[in-house]
């Protein structure tokens, strides 16, 4: 019988099993080093190969009027993007692909295979989730999905300027969109998720952070006088055959702006074929001068002086005056060669308003101007608003006195003269300009003389309601006050004025009872009717502040006799009026 060779050797038989039981120890010792004592590195590593965090997106705050009527919502969209490298292997489902996503099949076969080797790429964004789902339900390997927010503007180019608008990332690039991005944009969450090898959604874990939402902007706009004057404004543009327009609805009490509309303008929601022109806020961008609404606050400045009141006579005769090589002239033929403070502003006399300021001189007009906010910054910060130039010369001479007298010679944009009439509607006090909603009014400052600006109301009212006054600036059922401006227009690129380009102005306020709204239009380039702020720029004044009066259910103020409620204006006025500026 033969022994066994492990029987021979022994110490043989004894190395196996020892080193069979060191490796099955070492083995054993591995498997608690990692299951146990080191166990999260494992773990990590199983994750980052399969554990993800997709964002969870926050929708932007929503926008609204004064009274609640939404201007901006966010609403959700899906957006697809593809994995390029698998969808190499589905070639034959491009077409298909191409069909649901409404594009050209070579176009996207082209471009797929320009993008080979990513991993990701953006198909489609913006789509509605059902239009999004319709592809998903193709199953194409390699196309996936994202849920965002995409914004929407129910008023449409009614608030275009003033609203703005969002990217297609969703961050404010114009209006108030961009000047409140931080407040209104939300912050996104995360969602733990489990992925295979291909990207493909194993397990949904848990959510680890919530999404949170933007904060909600009141406006201070009334979305009913935004409709009002945009529809006015774009009727005047068409009438005039005009190139562009502003209009300015404010409450001189609390100092919010109400309406504020520019023509032309565009459509947010769709802005395929925009031009940059039409994103342009004219009200706050474009600068230009005020013309002969700026008598108003020469005459003010002449009142504050103490020097000169309402019934103190001028000789503006024979209409011209000259200084050196320089000739002031008067538009129109006034009433005669002598006019009272009130005649000067009804008849909008260029020589008398000048003698005025001469006597006064030229500081006294600009430390007026400037107090109520000509040429300053108005505290909007409204994206790309320009704050419009003020000259101070060191030596008044009569030329430069006299032109800042009449309007020319300084710059200002459509809301910072909304901003000054404001002040002589609400008895000489200025409050800030606010674009949102104010629950109560802000502190005033008097920077007007209350018996000052009291004169001047009632001055103003009779440049509207004087026989020779602007009578189509008139309200039915209301006393009103303002004062029209033709300005002309600088040439670009060369120095002086171009041929026939003007600006038609008019800025008023009412009712005159207890004056609580201005209201300021702009007419770019008249080319029809004529050019003259009384002709061109005061019947949309009447119109909008008529609507305006009756919407917020302001109490008429000047009800006429029954047998004089159909009465036009008198016959010798409107002959006498040639809707001077």
Request: proline share 6%.
């Amino acid at each position: 019988m033969m022994k066994l060779e492990g029987a021979l050797y022994p110490w043989r038989f004894r190395l196996m099993l020892g080193l069979l039981a060191l490796m099955v120890g070492a083995i054993v010792w591995r498997i608690v080093d990692l299951q146990v004592i080191d166990r999260d590195f494992l773990i990590g590593q199983g994750d980052a190969r399969s554990l993800r965090h997709i964002p969870i997106p926050a929708h932007r705050g929503l926008i609204t009027d004064r009274n609640g009527e939404p201007l901006a919502v966010s609403t959700p969209v899906t957006t697809l993007w593809a994995n390029a490298k698998e969808l190499q292997v589905a070639k034959d489902k491009w077409p298909q692909l191409a069909a649901a996503l409404g594009q050209e099949p070579k176009a996207l076969a082209e471009r797929l295979e320009a993008q080979a080797n990513k991993e990701f790429i953006y198909l489609v964004r913006g789509l509605t989730p059902e239009q999004g789902q319709q592809v998903l339900d193709l199953k194409v390997p390699g196309v996936y999905g994202i849920e965002e927010f995409r914004r929407f503007y129910p008023a449409g180019e009614t608030t275009a300027h003033m609203v703005g608008f969002t990217d297609i990332d969703d961050h404010g690039r114009e209006g108030v969109e961009l000047a409140y991005d931080e407040w209104l944009a939300g912050v996104p969450g995360k969602r733990q998720v489990i992925k295979d090898r291909r990207g493909r959604l194993i397990k949904d874990v848990q959510v680890t952070k919530n999404a949170k939402a933007g904060k909600p902007l009141a406006l201070s706009i009334d979305l009913r006088l935004q409709y009002l004057a945009n529809r006015e404004l774009r009727n005047a543009i068409i009438e005039n055959g005009a190139k562009a327009g502003s209009l300015v609805i404010m409450d001189v009490k609390s100092g919010e702006i109400l309406a504020m509309v520019n023509q032309p303008t565009y459509n947010p929601n769709n802005r395929r074929n925009l031009q940059p022109a039409m994103m342009r806020n004219r009200a706050m961008i474009d600068v230009f001068e005020p013309g002969s609404t700026m008598k108003a606050i020469s005459m003010s400045a002449a009142l504050e002086t103490g020097r000169w009141k309402p019934s103190d006579k001028v000789e503006v005769y024979p209409g011209t005056l000259q200084l050196g090589r320089y000739t002031i002239r008067d538009v129109s033929r006034t009433e005669g060669p002598v006019l009272d403070l009130t005649g000067i502003l009804i008849n909008s006399s260029n020589v008398g308003m000048s003698k005025v300021a001469f006597d006064i001189g030229g500081e006294a007009i600009y430390r007026l101007a400037q107090k109520i906010g000509l040429g300053q910054p108005t505290g909007l910060n409204f994206p790309g608003e320009r704050v419009g130039n003020l000259p101070n010369y060191r030596d008044w001479k009569k030329a430069e006195t006299a032109t800042l007298s009449y309007g020319y010679g300084l710059s200002v944009t459509a809301i910072q003269l909304a901003h000054a009439f404001s002040v002589l509607a609400n008895n000489g006090r200025m409050v800030p300009l606010s674009l949102i909603h104010v629950d109560e009014a802000p502190q005033a400052t008097q920077v007007i003389p209350e018996n000052v600006a009291k004169t001047m109301q009632g001055m103003l009212q009779q440049v509207i309601e004087a026989p020779r006054g602007v009578f189509r600036a008139q309200v039915p059922a209301y006393h009103v006050a303002g004062k029209s401006g033709t300005a002309r227009k600088t040439s670009v690129g060369t120095k002086g004025y171009a041929e026939n380009s003007y600006r038609s102005l008019f800025a008023g306020f009412g009712p005159m009872s207890d004056p609580r709204y201005a209201v300021v239009v702009v007419i770019d380039e008249p080319s029809k009717a004529g050019y003259f702020g009384g002709l061109v720029s005061a019947p949309v004044f009447s119109k909008v502040m008529s609507g305006t009066l009756r919407l917020m259910n302001i109490t008429p103020d000047n009800l006429p006799p029954t047998q004089q409620a159909n009465a036009g204006p008198p016959v010798a006025a409107v002959k006498a009026n040639g809707g001077r500026g």
